[in-house]
């Protein structure tokens, strides 16, 4: 078969990395790729976004699946216009994906059908969004309504934080249409996790779950982030809050989606947190968690494909997963999740026994890599004990300690995940 991923960063890396493995893949392509990717498939020089010039280019040459990474591109329809030409595509269509694109429709969804979530108000007046703040007072939660790249969530330690965070969506724009509402949540406390599932309809069918770090620096401290590392499974989760989150949460969700005629295929990523009233969704994601997936993924025994394919056709894809622990810590540029420099030289980066390298926002240069992105790379080890894989990582990552433009954090699968 002939699949073509469409993305560009180290979640499609690793979906990429994962499809090689499969005796039933004899081409890969990816739109459009980087650096790394280079090294596994054929990158193709087509936006995530152009939908009509990769929907062109599977028909020329014959695509047999297409796989969806980003949120971008299942937002706008990738997928209702690859099935509108007869092409085989995994993910939601548009009015699915919306469970992501607009945090207020999740929001109304999860109360009508009774999912745990964080008690919540919408507001596209600052005026009346700041009234609210000053009565429910801090801690509390601010999320862009829209999609912004990860980063458009403030978790307001202060009532003046939360003040200037509806000031800076609301009135300066900071991320354009997708702020242009705000939801302001009750804030949860306890330790998150993410549970991620093969979707379609009703079929739910979980991965093993996987904790990420989202803060920038260690201790978890620092700005909101798109994620600087994960581990999966989670040591400490309590097997029964798992099994809560699939029969109350999981399943509801895709039963309800079916019920609002957004049925969903594809992967449901559900970010959640522990409370003392059991697990609760801080958000729902319509497509494979970064970096959760590059953690997840190779912790997977089945042939990626030929999941795709039985849960496509409504059949049991028997998930199977190795009895070891994954983990991966993001190297970044110096300033992520701010401004920082591009095009800056990486040391060698070649994989060694005992760790792995996915690449996320990377160009090939001559016969290295320099960086094109604020998340450059993540480095990730598979062993029997969690400290084994910890400690290949951080062994790997020393490349990297004498570099004054990248930074990572050291306490990867150590964090309790606050």
């Given at each position: 078969m002939?699949?073509?991923?469409v993305g560009?960063?180290g979640?499609?890396?690793s979906?990429?990395?994962?499809?090689a493995?499969?005796?039933q893949?004899?081409?890969i392509?990816?739109a459009?790729g980087n650096?790394g990717?280079?090294q596994?498939?054929?990158?193709v020089?087509?936006?995530?976004s152009q939908?009509e010039?990769?929907?062109a280019y599977?028909?020329?040459?014959a695509?047999?699946?297409?796989?969806v990474?980003?949120?971008?591109?299942?937002?706008a329809g990738?997928?209702?216009a690859?099935?509108?030409?007869g092409?085989?595509?995994?993910?939601?269509?548009?009015?699915a994906?919306l469970?992501?694109g607009?945090?207020?429709?999740a929001?109304g969804f999860m109360k009508k059908?009774?999912?745990p979530?964080a008690?919540?108000q919408t507001?596209?007046d600052?005026?009346?969004?700041?009234?609210?703040?000053?009565?429910?007072?801090?801690?509390i939660?601010?999320k862009a309504?829209g999609?912004a790249?990860?980063k458009?969530?403030?978790v307001?330690?202060t009532?003046?934080?939360a003040?200037?965070a509806?000031?800076?969506?609301?009135v300066?724009n900071?991320?354009g249409?997708a702020g242009s509402?705000?939801v302001?949540e009750e804030?949860?406390?306890?330790?998150?996790?993410?549970?991620?599932a093969?979707?379609?309809?009703e079929?739910?069918?979980?991965?093993?779950?996987?904790?990420?770090?989202k803060?920038?620096?260690?201790n978890?401290?620092?700005?909101?982030t798109?994620?600087?590392?994960?581990?999966?499974?989670?040591?400490?989760l309590?097997?029964?809050?798992v099994d809560i989150a699939?029969?109350k949460?999981?399943?509801p969700?895709?039963k309800?989606?079916?019920q609002e005629?957004?049925?969903f295929?594809g992967v449901?990523y559900a970010?959640?947190i522990?409370?003392?009233?059991?697990?609760?969704v801080?958000?729902f994601?319509?497509?494979?968690?970064d970096p959760e997936?590059?953690?997840v993924l190779?912790?997977?025994?089945?042939?990626l494909i030929?999941?795709?394919?039985?849960?496509?056709?409504?059949k049991?894809p028997?998930?199977k997963?190795?009895?070891e622990?994954?983990i991966?810590?993001?190297?970044?540029s110096?300033?992520?999740?701010?401004?920082?420099?591009?095009?800056v030289?990486?040391?060698?980066?070649v994989?060694e026994?005992?760790?792995?390298?996915?690449?996320?926002?990377t160009k090939?240069?001559?016969?290295g890599?320099?960086?094109?992105?604020?998340?450059v790379?993540?480095v990730?080890?598979?062993q029997?004990q969690?400290?084994?894989?910890?400690?290949?990582?951080?062994?790997?990552l020393t490349r990297f300690?004498?570099?004054?433009?990248?930074?990572y954090?050291s306490?990867i699968?150590?964090s309790?995940?606050?």
């Open positions: 002939k699949v073509l991923v560009s960063g979640r499609e890396h979906i990429v990395k994962k499809l493995e499969s005796d893949v004899s081409s392509y990816a459009p650096g990717i280079e596994d498939a054929t990158c020089n087509i936006g995530d939908i010039e990769l929907v599977a028909k020329d040459n695509v047999d699946w297409t796989i990474g980003p949120e971008v591109p299942l937002n990738i997928v209702n690859f099935q509108k030409e092409l085989k595509i995994f993910g939601p269509k548009e009015e994906a469970i992501e607009s945090k207020d429709f929001k059908y009774q999912i979530t008690a919540y507001f596209s600052v005026d009346e969004a700041k009234q609210y703040i000053e009565k429910q007072g801090a801690p939660v601010i309504d999609l790249a990860g458009g969530v403030v307001a330690t009532v003046r934080q003040l200037d509806v000031e800076n969506m609301l300066e900071q991320f249409d509402r705000v302001i804030f949860l406390d306890g330790k998150e996790f993410s549970l991620m093969f979707v379609n309809g079929d739910v069918y979980p991965m093993v779950p996987a904790r990420d770090h803060r920038a620096f260690d978890d401290e620092g700005p909101n798109g994620g600087m590392g994960a581990y999966a499974p989670v040591p400490d309590a097997k029964e809050n699939i029969e949460i999981l399943k969700t895709v309800g989606m079916v005629g957004r049925s295929t449901l970010g959640l522990e409370t003392d009233q059991g697990p609760k801080i958000e994601n319509a497509r494979l968690g997936t590059q953690v190779p912790l997977l025994e089945n042939d030929q999941v795709v394919q039985d849960v496509v056709e409504g049991d028997q998930l997963w190795k009895d622990y994954c991966g810590t993001v190297v970044a110096k300033g992520y999740p701010g401004s920082y420099e591009k095009n030289q990486l040391p060698s980066v994989e026994d005992g760790s792995f390298v996915i690449h996320a926002g090939k240069e001559d016969d890599f320099v960086s094109s992105g604020g998340r790379l993540l990730g080890s598979v029997k969690q400290q084994q894989a910890q400690e290949q990582v951080y062994k790997y300690d004498n570099k004054d433009d990248f930074f954090r306490d699968g150590f309790t995940g606050k």
